[in-house]
């Protein structure tokens, strides 16, 4: 059976165990820290035991601990691993949250279910709390919609993606989505795939589309630019192990040029 694993928090990063490329760290390599956790838990995951731990903000990192931001975590460890590290930030952050009930204000407690909180006076039962959002690849004669959002880094394109609003379908979502963004409709919309994507809990869920009709129209509020990329014209793009960075892959890969 395989080791254990910890997923150790200090405030919004990891604390991986920096051996010549730093990893995830076993019960004998996290003893002191574990003991001085504010917080933790067991995670249910696979055939491997694993668990996660908050530590104090202001705790001095032991010397053979690096810490490290999740995105990072993604690109150095894989995808496995940053879904379940997201996965145990998620469950992390809940409970550093979840302290009284929304419904009437008592102190919640453990329920006997996994990850639940109760309340101790009126009984309300709360679960760590999941956003969906869509994100969508739209490709006309070849080339795919890439928009600029405000927040992002100078120079950098994406996917267009928004969250669900309540009584949409995934559908609804997108139509309205890139209808808002960038006024263009769309057709042939297919399932791609989804992500769990722990900034702080969303659920991404990805489609493709082709686009029906309309000219880029940017709505200047969430995006500030947008516009149709062949696969050897792309500009700066989101890194590491996002499902936009797949979606985006997929197109290039669909229309790679026949090499020979
Ligand atoms: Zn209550």
Excluded at 25 to 51: I, Q
Excluded at 79 to 100: H, K, L, P
Excluded at 196 to 215: D, I, K, Q, R
């Amino acid at each position: 059976m395989d080791e254990d694993i910890w997923y150790i928090f200090k405030g919004d990063e990891l604390l991986l165990y920096s051996a010549s490329r730093p990893r995830l760290p076993h019960s004998s390599e996290v003893a002191p820290l574990a003991s001085s956790s504010v917080r933790s838990g067991k995670l249910s995951m696979g055939c491997r035991e694993a668990f996660w731990a908050e530590v104090p903000s202001d705790l001095p990192i032991p010397s053979k601990m690096v810490p490290m931001g999740l995105r990072e975590v993604g690109a150095l460890l894989g995808e496995e691993t940053f879904a379940e590290a997201g996965r145990a930030f998620q469950i992390m952050n809940w409970y550093r949250r979840a302290f009284f009930c929304v419904s009437c204000g008592a102190p919640l407690r453990d329920s006997s279910d996994d990850h639940a909180r109760e309340c101790t006076s009126c009984g309300s039962i709360f679960y760590p709390p999941i956003s969906p959002a869509v994100i969508v690849a739209v490709e006309r004669d070849g080339k795919i919609l890439l928009a600029r959002n405000v927040r992002f880094p100078p120079g950098r394109y994406s996917v267009i993606a928004g969250f669900v609003e309540p009584g949409e379908s995934l559908e609804e979502t997108v139509r309205r989505e890139v209808r808002e963004e960038v006024s263009l409709e769309i057709r042939d919309l297919q399932y791609f795939g989804s992500q769990s994507w722990p900034f702080p809990h969303s659920l991404m869920v990805g489609f493709t589309a082709h686009w029906a009709s309309g000219e880029i129209q940017v709505d200047g509020k969430e995006i500030e630019d947008a516009g149709w990329f062949a696969p050897d014209e792309m500009p700066d793009l989101p890194q590491g192990v996002s499902i936009s960075r797949k979606l985006i892959e997929h197109f290039r890969s669909a229309h790679a040029p026949h090499e020979g």
